[in-house]
């Protein structure tokens, strides 16, 4: 299991990872962005369980360098629309035509100027520095 830092932010769908192809980053990997939270603890013994994971988001790595690499967010379906304005061909196939559209999660970004927030829903706001750890291929 890889894990590294985010060093820089392109864009709301592209960030720059801190490994490369030294420390066993390929493409096609996949990466959980996120920012660690506070201590909890167990409310029956008072156990520390661990710092809470405040998960930013997903990337997946597009490209390989030695020491870097650039990942994008995953791509989503986020609307399918059944067209039934034609319902001879319906008839005629006995199917229905379903155009299904994708688009990237955009990733929510930190603002130099805004002051740090303190809401835990405003945490997830990604930002150079959040911690990057492999979660699959």
Not at 53 to 77: D, Y
Not at 80 to 91: A, E, F, H
Request: charged share 25%; glycine share 8%; hydrophobic share 35%.
């Amino acid at each position: 299991m890889i894990e590294t830092t985010v060093v820089e932010i392109i864009s709301n769908t592209t960030v720059v990872l801190g490994a490369g192809s030294g420390a066993g980053v390929r493409e096609g990997m996949l990466f959980v962005l996120y920012e660690l939270g506070p201590e909890i603890f167990d409310p029956q013994n008072s156990a520390p369980l661990g710092k809470l994971e405040i998960v930013k988001g997903k990337v997946s790595v597009i490209h390989v360098q030695e020491k870097l690499a650039i990942a994008q967010t995953l791509e989503k379906t986020v609307s399918k629309t059944r067209i039934l304005n034609d319902p001879i061909r319906s008839i005629l196939t006995g199917k229905e035509e379903i155009t299904e559209t994708y688009t990237q999660e955009k990733l929510s970004i930190e603002s130099s100027s805004s002051d740090r927030m303190k809401d835990f829903s405003q945490k997830r706001v990604l930002k150079i520095g959040d911690r990057a750890r492999q979660v699959g291929y």
